[in-house]
């Protein structure tokens, strides 16, 4: 069975962690970085991934 772990999405301008999501690492094994909506910059900014508590 794939294991799925969480991960935090923090933007890559501000520093602020805005999303939470999971991801399989066998599948997927390099970080995530997605365009998402950051809420502190009130713009679209690539977001990478961190580690989740």
Do not use: D, G, W
């Amino acid at each position: 069975m794939a294991q799925k772990r969480y991960v935090r999405l923090e933007c890559t301008v501000c520093h602020s962690i805005n999303y939470l999501t999971k991801r399989n690492p066998k599948s997927e094994p390099e970080k995530l970085e997605l365009k998402k909506f950051c809420s502190r910059c009130r713009k679209v900014t690539l977001h990478k991934e961190t580690k989740a508590k």
